[in-house]
């Protein structure tokens, strides 16, 4: 039994209040088996709700400079909800917005004409966003293949992102049930409007995002914990604050 198999089992003893029988009592052992089989198959025809972890959500993107190199530019602090059905991907679904005052060259002038009327425009258009539309196994296990609607500078096109899944399973900091996978895309920024330069300066925009994202209502709680806990050291710091005040 696997550790996100095991969380679920302890979740559904929880939630049902279902008392684990002594060895002594072989029926009610398998009424117990077959009522946490049945809620675990259950559990594993819908699909998960996970958000998207800002701070582990980004990506980069290259082009050719006039045949002589290929700079590249990042994106950061995407958000989003994803809906992931382990048992079949292909009921998956995604969307993400993504903050394109975060985009970043390293080059302060670079960056200044990206945000500019002539490329991004990003005073009038700050975010894109991703909806995905169909989600299909790839050719190997793990892989994906994810087509949606990619809204840019004003203009949505249907995009297709080859998906790698890297890893299923509890975050051992924090552990919240976690996915984090990979995606790469190719595409045109004329289709965008963003064709300033063509065909100097390459068309074609190849695409590295990486993401992860965690399971939404196991989150909740632990971010509510975790400001608690925050609440209580800053009334403590307070009070000692405060004792510290009266001393003479």
């Known amino acids: 039994m696997d550790i996100v198999t095991r969380r679920l089992l ?37 699909a998960t709700t996970y958000m998207l972890e800002p701070n582990y959500t980004q990506g980069v993107f290259r082009w050719n400079h006039l045949g002589f190199s290929s700079p590249a530019a990042q994106f950061s602090q995407g958000e989003g909800t994803l809906e992931f059905d382990q048992a079949d991907p292909a009921k998956s679904s995604v969307k993400v917005t993504i903050p394109l005052t975060s985009l970043n060259t390293g080059v302060p002038d670079l960056d200044d004409d990206f945000r500019s009327e002539d490329f991004f425009d990003i005073a009038k258009f700050p975010t894109a966003t991703f909806k995905s539309t ?11 293949k994810v087509t949606g609607e990619l809204s840019l500078h004003g203009v949505t096109k249907s995009v297709t992102l080859d998906v790698t899944v ?83």
Do not use: C, W
Not at 134 to 144: C, F, I
């Open 134 to 144: 169909k989600v299909e196994k790839g050719t190997a296990p793990g892989q994906l």
């Open 10 to 46: 302890v979740e559904f003893i929880r939630r049902e209040r279902v008392a684990i029988p002594s060895a002594k009592e072989p029926f009610m052992i398998r009424r117990f088996v077959f009522a946490a089989a049945l809620a675990l198959a259950s559990a594993q025809l819908y």
């Open 166 to 248: 890297n890893k299923i399973g509890i975050n051992p900091r924090s552990n919240i049930p976690t996915i984090g996978f990979n995606a790469t895309a190719t595409l045109k920024r004329s289709d965008f409007g963003l064709g300033e330069y063509v065909p100097q300066v390459g068309d074609e925009i190849r695409i590295h995002i990486i993401s992860q994202a965690v399971e939404a209502k196991a989150n909740t709680e632990h971010l509510k914990v975790v400001a608690a806990e925050a609440a209580k050291a800053a009334a403590e710091k307070a009070a000692v604050a405060q004792d510290a005040a009266k001393k003479p």
